[in-house]
């Protein structure tokens, strides 16, 4: 299908040209970032969210809502090649607060740009549920450092027994770095991510199912609530964590601080 970009473009408060450059890639890249919160109320209330791109142009463009990882990334996707970029999905695995040695399986998804004119493909991201998430591609190069400001990024290789270069997206936290999670460069088709979609929306033990996690980049801040806790992360470092009295305050909270069009008469599992 062919999206509305104009209607895109005012969801995310995005004004420009919009041309296959690396400028218009970083800057629908923060705009999106800023303009669209992550959510996953679809799992926590019992069912799968559609990647269909009329379904996701429908709830994340013109319904008020966002998304997870597969529905920013897939219609950031079909937004930068509609502009006219070449765009490869990947799929990552989430090393993000693990415990050492714990391996999780590749549920996150990704990709790659490739930019006219530029001598290196682009790391695009803009469905990574943390406060480490890029705020802007970063050149797909290794030991590339990004100042995304206020955030900082690298991407270095990771130790592997695979026969493909690991990559490793890092975030700079409290001077030193943070690994976010780890991928190869191996292409992934929509078919790969309906099926881990679906286990991710579905399966009894997946975290998603388990609690509403939301997040919302900020001029200033991000905010990120966890169930019912919530923390709001300034630029400078500072962090601020309240308690939620229960799950009407949690949904208050999510239509007044995260921006998000609840379904009407929702209500969050106790």
């Known amino acids: ?5 104009d209607a895109y473009f005012a969801r995310i408060g995005w004004t420009g040209n919009p041309r296959p450059t690396l400028e218009v890639l970083r800057s629908l890249h923060r705009a999106h970032l800023i303009g669209i919160p992550f959510e996953n109320l679809e799992p926590v209330l019992g069912s ?21 990882c597969y529905e920013h990334n897939t219609l950031f996707s079909a937004v930068l090649r509609q502009i006219g970029f070449s765009v490869t999905p990947l799929t990552a695995r989430v090393v993000l607060g693990a415990a050492p040695g714990d391996i999780r399986p590749r549920t996150h998804m990704l990709m790659r740009v490739d930019v006219a004119g530029e001598p290196h493909p682009y790391l695009a991201d803009v469905g990574f549920g943390a406060v480490g998430a890029l705020l802007e591609p970063i ?15 690298r991407l270095v290789h990771a130790p592997h027994h695979g026969p493909l270069p690991l990559w490793e997206l890092q975030a700079g936290q409290g001077g030193s770095w943070e690994p976010q999670y ?13 099926v881990i979609n679906w286990f991710i929306a579905t399966h009894p033990r997946s975290p998603f199912r388990q609690a509403v996690y939301a997040q919302r980049t900020r001029i200033g801040s991000h905010l990120a609530l966890s169930g019912l806790d919530l923390v709001e992360t300034a630029d400078d ?3 601020r964590e309240r308690r939620l009295e229960d799950g009407d305050e949690a949904l208050r909270v999510l ?13 969050l599992p106790e």
């Open 1 to 5: 299908m062919t999206l509305d970009l």
């Open 182 to 194: 780890d991928f190869t460069l191996d292409p992934y088709e929509k078919p790969d991510y309906e």
């Open 237 to 239: 470092g500072t962090i």
């Open 139 to 153: 050149e797909l190069v290794e030991d590339a450092e990004l100042s995304d400001a206020p955030r900082r990024h």
């Open 48 to 68: 799968a969210p559609s990647l269909a791109l009329d379904d996701l142009e429908a709830k994340l463009v013109h319904g008020g809502r966002g998304g997870y």
């Open 255 to 267: 239509t007044d601080d995260f921006g998000i069009r609840l379904p009407e008469g929702v209500r």
